[in-house]
């Protein structure tokens, strides 16, 4: 066996890069990120990387148990619920320790306009009381939800194309953040928006659009992320998550 102590990041998020560049410089780490392979030119970060699932818990527990992995991260975005609970379920079966990073979510200030709903579908019904020309901002996934609003325009931004059911009057803005205040105010501008729909995400890189909304008066229809697994203890930041592994975190300490 070797003298390496495995450490396997779930997620190609910003938090998982910077996790695994700095790991990555420690000779007494082996450290691999699995990336979910749903965009189609991710950025990959340091040391090894796998893309494309493990076939559910029991084929992650397995994998965990073949590589002999001895940590595990659950870096994914906020929204990326299924692998967070395969991950809870994996980590009990392999006996490995388990820890979730998640960036803090948003929090409405003076100004802000929300609508906090707890999925796409009550977003969809919020709708049509708040606008007509909508940006929707909540990734390619789940468009099936607004599909049937069809007397609304939409502006939909993501990494990659999305695929049907979609709303059929809509336009599609193929960016990757970060973006900045005055590009968002820009665009909310041009295109007439008057409502925002977003996920709670989140972070720094696509916070811009909240910050042009509340300038602008538009409503904010914002979709709250799922809860990590009970039970799994979680840090807000790659460094508290490489403390964790270091054993000089309240939290439970790597092995």
Do not use: Y
């Not at 392999?94 to 906090?116: F, I």
């Not at 709250?224 to 309240?250: I, M, Q, T």
């Amino acid at each position: 066996m070797s003298a390496e102590r495995h450490v396997l990041i779930l997620g190609g998020t910003t938090e998982a890069r910077r996790l695994a560049a700095e790991l990555a410089a420690d000779p007494a780490l082996r450290v691999t990120s699995s990336l979910a392979g749903r965009v189609a030119e991710p950025r990959l970060p340091a040391g090894e990387v796998r893309i494309g699932g493990f076939g559910g818990p029991g084929g992650l527990a397995r994998w965990l148990r073949e590589q002999q992995v001895d940590a595990l991260i659950d870096a994914t975005h906020p929204f990326a619920g299924t692998i967070s609970f395969n991950a809870a379920e994996a980590a009990a079966d392999a006996r490995v320790p388990l820890l979730a990073l998640r960036r803090p979510g948003w929090a409405a200030g003076p100004g802000d306009r929300w609508t906090s709903v707890a999925s796409l579908d009550e977003a969809a019904r919020a709708l049509p009381a708040l606008g007509d020309r909508v940006f929707l901002t909540t990734g390619r996934m789940g468009l099936a939800a607004f599909a049937h609003l069809e007397d609304m325009w939409f502006l939909m931004r993501s990494v990659d194309a999305p695929e049907p059911p979609v709303p059929p009057r809509m336009e599609v803005l193929l960016e990757r953040g970060p973006f900045t205040l005055d590009g968002e105010r820009s665009l909310l501008r041009r295109h007439r928006i008057d409502v925002l729909v977003t996920k709670d995400s989140g972070g720094s890189a696509t916070s811009a659009k909240l910050v042009a909304a509340r300038e602008a008066g538009v409503p904010v229809v914002v979709v709250r992320r799922p809860d990590v697994p009970r039970g799994v203890p979680v840090v807000a930041d790659p460094a508290a998550a490489a403390a964790w592994l270091r054993g000089s975190s309240p939290t439970r300490p790597f092995p």
